[in-house]
Every structure is written in C-alpha cells, then in structure tokens.
Nanobody, 115 residues
Framework: QVQLVESGGGLVQAGGSLSLSCTASGVALSIFKMGWYRQAPEKQRELVAR???????DYADSVKGRLTISRDNAKNTVYLQMNSLKPEDTAVYYC?????????WGQGTQVTVSS
C-alpha cells in the first residue's frame, strides 16, 4: 500500500521552530518531486515549498528565509524545517509527491503558532 505519513506538527509560540517529516511506504520517493502544502481554515491549499528529484528548490515568498525543505532518499523521507514561526503559519501541512500522472498526498499534520 502506497502511503505518505507526516509527523512533527504541534503547538509552538511565535518565533519558535518545528520540524516536519514525511515518510513514504510502498514507493521510492527518489524520482518524485516532493512538496509541502498548507491549508488554513477557510483558505485554499497553498504551496509552501518543493524540491525536485534533482534537488532544485522552490519556496512561497511568505516563507523564504524561514522554512527549509530537504530530502533524504535513503530514508525515503522529506523534511520541512520551520524557524521563526508566525501565527499566520498556522495551518494543516500536507506532504505531496508528484511524478508524471502520479499525485500522492499525506493525511496532514496540524501546526499551530500562538502569538
């Protein structure tokens, strides 16, 4: 069974840090473009960061310099290091894996940043 499982969400004060992980089972992530998306209440899901199979990076302007995406293909895992968190970063964070017509999503992990 192909599955993406996120972990690492939680509650943190503004200015704090969290680290999210997304581990795949049933599929090798090395060929996938991996991304982190987020969805806040009553808002559309938006791209936060993504990393290609070759390591090219792309970030939303709102998170540049604060959030860092990385991948470890040997561990079949992608990470999102989140520093200097702001209350507006509060959302459910989803892991995504794309390759041609394959489009996989995790179940999401809640990140809440208190002011």
């Amino acid at each position: 069974q192909v599955q993406l499982v996120e972990s690492g969400g939680g509650l943190v004060q503004a200015g704090g840090s969290l680290s999210l992980s997304c581990t795949a089972s049933g599929v090798a992530l090395s060929i996938f473009k991996m991304g982190w998306y987020r969805q806040a209440p009553e808002k559309q899901r938006e791209l936060v960061a993504r990393i290609s199979s070759g390591g090219n990076l792309d970030y939303a302007d709102s998170v540049k310099g604060r959030l860092t995406i990385s991948r470890d293909n040997a561990k079949n895992t992608v990470y999102l290091q989140m520093n200097s968190l702001k209350p507006e970063d509060t959302a459910v964070y989803y892991c995504n894996a794309k390759y041609i017509r394959v489009d996989l999503w995790g179940q999401g992990t809640q990140v809440t940043v208190s002011s």
